[in-house]
């Protein structure tokens, strides 16, 4: 079964209670607070040329959305 994890940003603190509460009751499905801090030479368009051979950890969809709307939900297996 698949678990939901609800990431909020961390100036969203209001609605990371909230939803901790709504949801507190409902199994497979986490709250969290994003706790990934900006790198201080962090760029807003990507590099050249990426040296990586794939992006480990990329979600660019649920980075757009933490960022706009405050909010996102990732499914996890």
Request: proline letters at 4%.
């Given at each position: 079964?698949?678990?939901?994890?609800?990431?909020?940003?961390?100036?969203?603190?209001?609605?990371?209670?909230?939803?901790?509460?709504?949801?507190?009751?409902?199994?497979?499905?986490?709250?969290?607070?994003d706790?990934?801090?900006?790198?201080?030479?962090?760029?807003?368009?990507?590099?050249?040329?990426?040296?990586?051979?794939?992006?480990?950890?990329?979600?660019?969809?649920?980075?757009?959305?933490?960022?706009?709307?405050?909010?996102?939900?990732?499914?996890?297996?």
């Amino acid at each position: 079964m698949d678990r939901l994890l609800f990431v909020v940003a961390q100036e969203r603190r209001e609605l990371y209670e909230a939803l901790k509460q709504a949801l507190r009751t409902e199994r497979g499905v986490d709250v969290v607070l994003d706790r990934r801090v900006r790198k201080r030479r962090g760029r807003d368009e990507p590099p050249a040329a990426e040296r990586r051979r794939f992006a480990r950890r990329a979600r660019g969809l649920e980075d757009l959305e933490i960022r706009s709307r405050g909010w996102t939900v990732v499914r996890l297996p």
